[in-house]
């Protein structure tokens, strides 16, 4: 079986705003103002929950 290796960068862009690329791809993650966000982007909880569903979803 093949291993496949996978990489991502994330770069702080200002205060709580990151820039994470991947592959040619790339997604801005924020916080809320309650957090100390401008709330431009979801923040990376929510991206992270995102990801298992997708992945339960790619398994059925």
Known sequence: MAVEQFNATA???QDTVV???ARGFE???DEPPELGG???AM???EALLGTLGAC???RS
Do not use: G, R
């Open 38 to 40: 401008t709330d431009t």
């Open 43 to 45: 923040n990376p909880v």
């Open 11 to 13: 770069d702080l862009q």
């Open 56 to 58: 339960q979803l790619f």
């Open 27 to 29: 997604f801005t993650l």
């Open 19 to 21: 820039k994470v690329q």
